[in-house]
């Protein structure tokens, strides 16, 4: 079992940054790719980001260039760094582990954009 927890979330004007976090505990951390994923008020949840277990990143399209997910695998924790922030970033943020056939979700932490 995995327990992460995302942290780091809140408000934020428009052209802010935002700095989140996401500890995870249990399982094997540094060979997990982890995720970041986001759902807006009444919308699915999304993919946003993600880095493998040997750092390779994809965004999707709307955050590339503004968005930075980085991992920390001795301490447990991947980053996801937002920059530039837009009211349409607005939503919770999920993280998400996998490894292998093994996935997990953390809480979320709401980020809200005021324009």
């Known amino acids: 079992q995995v327990h992460l927890v995302e942290s780091g979330g809140g408000l934020v004007q428009a052209g802010g940054s935002l700095r989140l976090s996401c500890a995870a505990s249990?399982?094997?951390?540094?060979?997990?790719?982890m995720g970041w994923y986001r759902q807006p008020p009444g919308k699915q949840r999304d993919f946003v980001a993600r880095i493998t277990s040997d750092s390779y990143t994809n965004y999707v399209d709307a955050v590339q260039g503004r968005f930075a997910v980085s991992r920390d695998n001795a301490k447990n924790t991947v980053y996801l760094q937002m920059n530039s922030l837009k009211p349409e970033d607005t939503g919770v943020y999920y993280c998400?582990?996998?490894?292998?056939?093994?996935?997990?979700w953390g809480q979320g932490t709401q980020v809200t954009v005021s324009s």
């Open positions: 249990g399982g094997t951390f540094s060979s997990a790719t």
């Open positions: 998400n582990y996998v490894n292998g056939e093994y996935g997990f």
